[in-house]
C-alpha cells in the first residue's frame, strides 16, 4: 500500500521538544518534495515547514523559524520534522504531504498557497501543555 506513515507525536510540556517522523511506505521519497503542515480541529490548515525531493532546500513558516528544523533521508525513505522550544500554541495536528518531482519544490516557494500533493500522512497529535 502506498502511504505516508507519520509517528512521534505526543503530551509534551511547555519549552519541550519532539521529533516527528514521515515514513513513506511502498514507494521511495527521492523524487519527492515533503510538506509539513498543522490544523487544528474546525481551523484551516497551516503550512509549517517544507523541503526539496534532495533535501537541500528548506523553508518554514515565520510561527516556527529558529524552533522547528525539517530534514530528509532518502535513505530511510524518512522526513523529519524536529520541533522545540514548544509552546501551547503550537498544540495541532500536524500532517506530511509528499509532492513529486525534483522541480516542485522551487515552483511552490510559499507556504501558504494551495497545492495538490499525492500523498497524505494520516497525521500526529501534538500537545503542548504542563
Known amino acids: 500500500q502506498l502511504q505516508l506513515v507519520e509517528s512521534g507525536g505526543g503530551l509534551v510540556q511547555p519549552g519541550g521538544s519532539l521529533r516527528l517522523s514521515c515514513a513513506a511506505s511502498?514507494?521511495?521519497?527521492?523524487?519527492?518534495?515533503i510538506v509539513w503542515f498543522r490544523q487544528a480541529p474546525g481551523k484551516e490548515r497551516e503550512g509549517v515547514s517544507s523541503?526539496?525531493?534532495?533535501?537541500?532546500?528548506?523553508n518554514y513558516a515565520n510561527s516556527v523559524k529558529g524552533r522547528f528544523t525539517i530534514s530528509k533521508d532518502n535513505t530511510k525513505n524518512t522526513v523529519y520534522l524536529q520541533l522545540h522550544s514548544l509552546n501551547p500554541e503550537d498544540t495541532f495536528v500536524y500532517y506530511c504531504?509528499?509532492?513529486?518531482?525534483?522541480?516542485?519544490?522551487?515552483?511552490?516557494?510559499?507556504?501558504?498557497?494551495?497545492?495538490?500533493?499525492?500523498?497524505w500522512g494520516q497525521g500526529a497529535q501534538v500537545t503542548v501543555s504542563s
Open positions: 511502498g514507494f521511495s521519497l527521492v523524487h519527492y518534495a
Open positions: 523541503i526539496s525531493s534532495t533535501g537541500s532546500s528548506t
Open positions: 504531504a509528499a509532492a513529486y518531482g525534483s522541480s516542485w519544490y522551487y515552483q511552490h516557494p510559499s507556504l501558504t498557497e494551495w497545492a495538490q500533493y499525492d500523498y
